[in-house]
């Protein structure tokens, strides 16, 4: 509940943030924050840290990060294609419910019995997203 909360709180105040900060910034300290929060775990899980809070804190710190970065990603997709807006924001959901459902496939064949294959797992799903954010920056600078 607190990891749905946080991200449901970071999604209200996504819009205030954006508009003083700007998309673009909000989106790349979202996305940092949705980086760090399963790094942090995977840190403190090798360190020998075996505490419930060790799966909450950096769990709350990444819903902050995709509290922060979902909305601005799904607005700078739609508005890419502004003309094909509707498309655009199907092919987003779709694209979603597509990752998701390969990703729960996967999850179902990996060790259950061992704390960082959660951690883990959630690296392997955002880092390709920060760097697929990093190349189409330096791709418009």
């Not at 508009?19 to 909000?26: A, H, K, N």
């Not at 799966?55 to 607005?75: H, R, Y």
């Not at 694209?95 to 998701?100: E, K, M, V």
């Amino acid at each position: 509940m607190m990891l749905s909360a946080t991200f449901m709180a970071t999604n209200f105040i996504s819009g205030p943030v954006s508009r003083r900060f700007g998309g673009e910034r909000t989106l790349v300290l979202g996305a940092t924050f949705a980086l760090i929060g399963p790094a942090l775990t995977v840190a403190l899980l090798i360190a020998g840290v075996h505490e419930p809070w060790v799966l909450f804190v950096p769990g709350m710190i990444n819903s902050l990060g995709a509290g922060l970065a979902m909305p601005n990603a799904m607005a700078g997709a739609v508005a890419a294609g502004a003309e094909r807006a509707g498309a655009a924001s199907g092919l987003l959901g779709f694209s979603q419910f597509l990752i998701a459902s390969v990703a729960t496939q996967v999850a179902g064949f990996l060790p259950h019995d061992a704390p960082l294959t959660v951690p883990l797992g959630m690296l392997v799903i955002v880092a390709p997203g920060i760097l697929g954010l990093f190349l189409l920056r330096a791709k418009e600078s």
